[in-house]
């Protein structure tokens, strides 16, 4: 029993050690202009993701998704959030900004995540990604107002994808 214990603490202490010297003599790779490699990908959008849902409010969004407020979060996303997830009609192609991990481009992909999900993505941000925290300056009213956007942006009454695409506001 006692060699089977030692065993079972040699097992577990060994890859604690080897991960902690990989990490403390600098093999790990930290440029931003080469992609990381599938294993590292995994793992931080399996925890990301795991994050998500566990901290963001499982609420339904208090805005109601009307012609006004999906105007109005279509307005915040151009003018906010369209230089780096894309805007519709209007794909980058592959050659929208370059950051590991990979921006989602929105109108292209659109997101998996819940309304409430999106809410706390663009209030908190994720760390180490380029997405920061818009929840500094901008209100919940117009984040979720962005997230009911977001939901929907592929599947707008034509009128309301005209008015948010004028610069006025105006057809």
Not at 96 to 111: A, M, R
Request: glycine share 12%; with cysteine.
């Amino acid at each position: 029993m006692k060699k089977f214990l030692m065993g079972v603490l040699v097992g577990i202490a060994v890859p604690i050690t080897g991960a902690f010297g990989y990490l403390r003599l600098g093999m790990a790779e930290v440029r931003a202009d080469i992609p990381p490699g599938r294993w590292e990908t995994y793992l931080m959008n399996k925890g990301m993701h795991a994050s998500v849902r566990r901290e963001a409010p499982n609420a339904p969004n208090p805005v109601l998704p009307t012609d006004e407020n999906l105007i109005a979060g279509g307005k915040v996303y151009l003018s906010a959030c369209g230089g780096c997830h894309g805007r519709p009609g209007k794909p980058f192609g592959g050659k929208g900004p370059i950051l590991y991990p990979p921006i989602p481009e929105l109108p292209v992909v659109s997101t998996e995540l819940s309304e409430a999900q999106i809410f706390w993505v663009a209030k908190h941000g994720i760390r180490r990604s380029g997405m920061f925290a818009n929840g500094v300056w901008a209100s919940d009213e117009q984040l979720w107002t962005v997230a009911a956007y977001l939901k929907r942006m592929n599947s707008l009454p034509p009128s309301v994808q005209v008015v948010i695409e004028t610069p006025n506001g105006k057809p």
